[in-house]
């Protein structure tokens, strides 16, 4: 069964004035749909073909075809439901506890995001990952994830946030951290608790 890209809960401006319509529109129809294709093709006649996205990154590091559009199209999906035009603020119940557990509080909490997001050079994301001994923040270059075999801090990504160029240089120009603050704005906090449930 073949990858496809999934739709949207929200139309394509519905995050504006933080993250622009059409930013979200080759974002995720050109971008998305790209890594979307190159993975089919990357699995297609091969075993990889029945397998579930997370097993396949699972041993991402020994196929690059796997690891940047497998990456790519697991990214994004999470990317996507992590954003609502209603998100934003500050999460409540268990998250919260989570969070200040790990990092003090919340206002710690966003310094270190905000901070893993804005010094990883080059492409890459910022991770809110749960792990065995609780949340943590990390970020990796590229396509890389936290359920790759390769990733240097491994667990469950809750939180991403996309800082390649491709996601904000429409609208913010070299201003990654403005759009980093943005993307505070309208994170889903109802999804983000939902995922550390899982
Ligand atoms: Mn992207």
Redesign the pocket.
Known sequence: MAFELPGLKYDYNALEPYIDARTMEI?HGK??GGYTSKLNAAVEGSSMADQSIEDLLAMAGGNAAVRNNGG?FY??NL?WKVMSPTGGGQPGGALLDSINDAFGSFGDFKEKFSNAAATRFGSGWAWLVKTDRGLVVTSTPNQDNPLMDVAEIKGLPVLGL?V?E??YYLKYQNRRPEYIEAFCNVIDWTEVSKRLGS
Do not use: E, I, R
């Open positions: 974002h971008h998305h790519g990214n994004h990317f996309d390649w491709h996601a």
